[in-house]
């Protein structure tokens, strides 16, 4: 529901994950640019309850709403999917307020796609991190072996005894990432995937 940059980027991804999307805008102008890019591109008023009947909508699992500069629409459509009975609701937010109106009125999910990309570019720029995923106070990583586990084992350096993180991956030179094993030895252009609650893996990066 609404094919704004965020709605365009969901719709085109789960399309080629291979699954039915229907793609809704009020605007007849965005639903003709995108007719040929998804299942069905419906331009239809998502704040109207028996418009969204009229086009099926209740015969979907999912519906995402990306919505975000117009707080009532996105309401309203939230509301509509709910009296339709869609399963999960999943919403865009742009502000702490909007979510929180989201929330109350029963969206399952609410995503803040500008406030959690900035939280991750954050933590990239501020440590030797390449990538950074946080889910609640636990946080996957990407960064490179710190200088004192050069040359060793992942079962001599203690990285997990020393820091309180996991290693999940560790990728060397072009080879793909694989999982890391105790006998796996570190080498200074190592990449690993790391695991932990947020603070440890952020002390962790620091070092490496």
Same mark, same amino acid.
């Given at each position: 529901?609404?094919?704004?940059?965020?709605?365009?980027?969901?719709?085109?991804?789960?399309?080629s994950?291979?699954?039915?999307?229907l793609?809704?805008d009020?605007?007849?102008?965005?639903?003709?640019?995108?007719?040929?890019?998804?299942?069905?591109?419906?331009?239809?008023?998502s704040?109207?309850?028996?418009?969204?009947?009229?086009?099926?909508?209740?015969?979907?699992?999912?519906?995402?709403?990306?919505?975000? @500069?117009?707080?009532?629409?996105?309401?309203?459509?939230?509301?509509?999917?709910?009296?339709?009975?869609?399963?999960?609701?999943?919403?865009?937010?742009?502000?702490?307020?909007?979510?929180?109106?989201?929330?109350?009125?029963?969206?399952?999910?609410?995503?803040r796609?500008?406030?959690?990309?900035g939280?991750?570019?954050?933590?990239?720029?501020?440590?030797s991190?390449?990538?950074?995923?946080?889910?609640d106070?636990?946080?996957?990583?990407? @960064?490179?072996?710190?200088?004192?586990?050069?040359?060793?084992?992942?079962q001599?350096?203690?990285?997990?005894?020393s820091?309180?993180?996991?290693?999940?991956?560790?990728?060397?030179?072009?080879?793909?990432?694989?999982?890391?094993?105790?006998?796996?030895?570190?080498?200074?252009?190592?990449?690993?995937?790391?695991?932990?609650? @947020?603070?440890?893996?952020?002390?962790?990066?620091?070092?490496?």
């Open positions: 529901m609404g094919l704004g940059r965020f709605g365009f980027s969901v719709a085109r991804s789960l399309t994950m291979g699954h039915e999307v793609a809704v009020e605007r007849t102008d965005i639903v003709q640019r995108y007719a040929s890019d998804f299942t069905h591109v419906i331009a239809a008023d704040t109207d309850t028996e418009a969204l009947r009229q086009i099926g909508a209740e015969e979907f699992d999912v519906a995402v709403v990306g919505i975000g @500069t117009d707080l009532e629409a996105s309401v309203l459509t939230v509301l509509s999917l709910l009296d339709l009975g869609v399963d999960e609701v999943w919403a865009k937010a742009v502000s702490g307020k909007h979510a929180a109106i989201l929330e109350r009125v029963g969206a399952h999910y609410v995503i796609p500008e406030s959690q990309m939280k991750r570019v954050a933590h990239m720029v501020a440590g991190m390449t990538d950074f995923v946080e889910f106070d636990f946080a996957i990583a990407r @960064t490179g072996a710190p200088e004192s586990s050069h040359g060793k084992t992942l001599d350096a203690q990285l997990r005894a820091f309180g993180i996991t290693i999940v991956a560790v990728k060397s030179g072009k080879h793909d990432f694989e999982y890391a094993r105790a006998e796996t030895v570190l080498g200074p252009t190592d990449e690993l995937i790391i695991s932990g609650p @947020t603070h440890k893996v952020e002390k962790f990066c620091a070092t490496s």
